[in-house]
């Protein structure tokens, strides 16, 4: 495999509020900010494209707890916790894609409501790499939309995370992806690619 500037990496909400010490933390959530930093830098020198997605609620979001949601308040627009980690290193261009905007429409997919889709198209983009936070949730849906989109989706498997609410959740979402027509990589696949 070697990179080409129509490759692109989407890096999912490698945000604090996903990372432990947040408000919704994933395991592993700091590791997997330190590997997508190494990819990262790998994909700019190629040539390829950097986008980073990152949660982006109001106050009161239709996802927390207190309207009747699943999760916890977490990426609250302007506080801390929807920083993306310290330890995420994006290159200078990276394209940042806020989504869950929106008060009443949770958004998992770094394709709803967003421009993804259109910056990825303007840039001649064909195959996606995506890793990031989390397996069951976020990964899952954006990759499962790039499928639908018809981009070819490389799921960078030691990199993403699983909320596993349910044990095995993280396992079925990666089966789920592979069944889409997803492939499977992984962070030294990608860095052992020729320069
Ligand atoms: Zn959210």
Redesign the pocket.
């Known amino acids: 495999m070697k990179l080409k500037n129509t490759d692109a990496l989407i890096i999912v909400d490698v945000q604090i509020d996903f990372c432990p010490g947040g408000s919704l933390p994933v395991a592993g959530g700091d590791q997997v900010a330190r590997l997508m930093s190494g990819v990262a830098a790998r994909f700019k020198v190629a040539g390829g494209r950097v986008y980073a997605t990152q949660?982006w609620?109001p106050m009161g979001h239709s996802?927390f707890l207190d309207q009747g949601g699943p999760?916890p308040p977490?990426?609250v627009q302007g506080t801390m916790g929807a920083l993306f980690h310290p330890e995420l290193k994006l290159p200078i261009g990276t394209t940042i894609i806020r989504k869950?905007v929106n008060p009443e429409v949770?958004a998992y997919s770094g394709f709803l409501d967003s421009l993804l889709e259109e910056s990825l198209k303007r840039n001649r983009v064909k195959r996606v790499f995506v890793g990031g936070l989390a397996t069951d949730y976020c990964v899952l849906n954006t990759v499962l939309d790039a499928l639908t989109l018809k981009f070819d989706a490389y799921v960078l498997s030691d990199a993403v995370a699983p909320a596993d609410v349910k044990p095995g959740d993280g396992e079925a979402a990666l089966e789920q992806m592979q069944k889409a027509g997803a492939k499977i990589t992984t962070t030294e696949m990608v860095l052992a690619t020729e320069p």
């Open positions: 949660d609620h996802s999760w977490h990426c869950g949770d």
